[in-house]
C-alpha cells in the first residue's frame, strides 16, 4: 500500500483541521495509509511521526488550530541547538525511509518555497494553500482568510460602537506583513474610515485632513484599518531602495537573538505600528485617538462555514491527485470549485492587493481614504 506524510507549517489558522481530515479521508479511502508529522518541517527532521487513522480525524472538522502542531522552521535554515543547519537531506531521508510517497504540506508562501526544495532534493510532494493573509498566488483564496475577515470585520464593527460613544479616532492593526487583503476586506467590510496597506505608501496628513474633513460634516468619529505591513513614503522608499540595491537585513541566529535579549530586555520593543499612528494623528488633529491590535485573535476560533467547505474541498481534490499518483503540485480554489496547479509556478511568489483592484476602488467610491 502507499504512504502518505502529512504537515502543517506556518501560522496556524481556522480550517487546518478541517484540510488534515479532507485529506486523510480522502486518501484513506483510495487505500493510502496516513502518518501525521507534528509541528511542521521540525518534526520530519525530528524523525517524528504518528500514524493517522480514521478515528483520529473524526469530529475535528470545526475545530480551530492543528492537531498536528505546526512551527516556523524550514528544513534548509533548521536551528538545531546552538546551531543553525541545512536538514533537507535529512528530512527527505526520514520520509522515504518511513516508505513515504508523498508528502503533503499545509501552509503559506514559506511552506510553498520549502515543499519545492524538498521536491528538488527527491521527495514527492502536494501543498495546499493555507493562511489568512491571503498571499499565496494562483488560488482565488486561501484558507482561513474567510474566517480572519469575518473575525476582524467583528471587532472593527465592536470599536465602532465605542469610538463613536467617545467621538474618538480608533486605530486597529490587523495582520498582513506583504499583503494587506485583510485590513482591506475587513476595512470594507467594516466600514473603516482609512485603510492603510503595504502596498501603498501612506501620508499621515492626507488621512488627518480626512478626519478632519469628517469633524466638520459632524462625524465625531472615525475607524482607521491598518495592516501590520503599512509604510509611510520615507519607509516605503528606503525599502524599495534596499530591494533595489539587494541589500536585505541579516537574521540573527538564535544564538545571538538571545543575547540581543539579554543585552537589551525582552521588554524594551520599539513603539507598535498602531500606538505610533494614533500619537500622530492625535497630535495632527488635536482628536482623541485609541488603538487596538488585533493581533493572534485574528488566527483563532472555529473555521466559518466557507472555510470550512473550501477546506474539505481541497483537501479531498489532494486526495484524488494522491491517489492519481500527480504530484508536485498545489491544489487551489477556483470559483465555486477546486482545481489544481504545478507547485513550482508558485513557490516564491506573493500575492498582494493590486491598486486598481476592485476592493480598492469600493472603498475609494465610499469615501475611505487611502493614505
Ligand atoms: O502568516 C500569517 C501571519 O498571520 C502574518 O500576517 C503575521 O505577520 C504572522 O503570521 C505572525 O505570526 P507569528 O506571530 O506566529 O510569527
Known amino acids: 500500500t502507499r504512504c502518505i506524510g502529512i504537515l502543517t507549517s506556518g501560522g496556524d489558522c481556522p480550517g487546518l483541521n478541517a484540510a488534515i481530515r479532507g485529506v486523510a479521508k480522502s486518501a484513506m479511502k483510495h ?21 493517522l487513522e480514521n478515528v483520529a480525524v473524526s469530529g475535528i472538522l470545526t475545530l480551530g488550530g492543528t492537531l498536528l502542531g505546526t512551527s516556523r522552521d524550514k528544513p534548509h535554515k533548521m536551528p538545531m541547538g546552538e546551531r543553525v543547519l541545512n536538514m533537507t537531506d535529512v528530512a527527505v531521508s526520514n520520509a522515504l525511509s518511513r516508505q513515504i510517497d508523498c508528502l503533503v504540506c499545509l501552509g503559506g508562501n514559506g511552506t510553498q518555497k520549502n515543499a519545492q526544495r524538498l521536491r528538488e ?8 494553500p493555507k493562511t489568512i493573509d491571503n498571499d499565496v498566488a494562483k488560488t482565488d483564496v ?54 492603510l496597506l503595504p502596498e501603498k505608501p501612506y501620508d499621515l ?20 484599518a491598518v495592516a501590520e505591513g503599512a509604510l509611510s513614503e520615507k519607509e516605503f522608499q528606503q ?97 465555486d470549485g477546486v482545481t489544481s496547479v504545478p ?17 480598492v476602488r469600493a472603498a475609494l467610491e465610499v469615501d475611505t481614504c487611502l493614505g
Not at 469633524?215 to 468619529?221: A, E, I, L, P, W
Open 239 to 335: 525599502k524599495q531602495e534596499e530591494k533595489k540595491g539587494g541589500k536585505k537585513q541579516k537574521k540573527s541566529t538564535p544564538k545571538e537573538e538571545k543575547a540581543r535579549q539579554l543585552h537589551e530586555g525582552p521588554h524594551l520593543v520599539q513603539e507598535s505600528l498602531d500606538s505610533r499612528i494614533a500619537r500622530q494623528l492625535q497630535g495632527l488633529t488635536d482628536l482623541e485617538a485609541r488603538t487596538t491590535s488585533l493581533g493572534h485573535v485574528q488566527r483563532g476560533g472555529s473555521p466559518s462555514a466557507r472555510d470550512r467547505l473550501i477546506c474539505t474541498l481541497l483537501g479531498t481534490k489532494a486526495g484524488e491527485l494522491l491517489a492519481e499518483g500527480k504530484y508536485n503540485r498545489m491544489v487551489s480554489v477556483a470559483g
Open 142 to 195: 486561501s484558507f482561513g482568510f474567510d474566517t480572519a475577515l469575518s473575525t476582524a470585520t467583528e471587532a472593527i464593527d465592536r470599536l465602532h460602537t465605542t469610538a463613536t460613544s467617545h467621538h474618538r479616532v480608533i486605530v486597529c492593526e490587523l495582520m498582513g506583513h506583504k499583503a494587506g487583503w485583510l485590513a482591506l476586506g475587513a476595512g470594507v467590510a467594516g466600514g473603516a474610515d482609512a485603510i
Open 343 to 359: 507547485l513550482e509556478e508558485v513557490a516564491g511568489l506573493c500575492k498582494t492587493v493590486p491598486l486598481d483592484h476592485d476592493w
Open 205 to 224: 496628513n492626507r488621512v488627518a485632513e480626512h478626519l478632519l474633513e469628517r469633524r466638520k460634516h459632524n462625524k465625531r468619529f472615525s475607524i482607521i
Open 31 to 51: 487505500g493510502i495509509r496516513v502518518l501525521g508529522i507534528p509541528d511542521g518541517f521540525r518534526g520530519l527532521v525530528e524523525n517524528r511521526f504518528l500514524p
Open 121 to 128: 532534493a527527491g521527495l514527492p510532494v502536494i501543498t495546499l
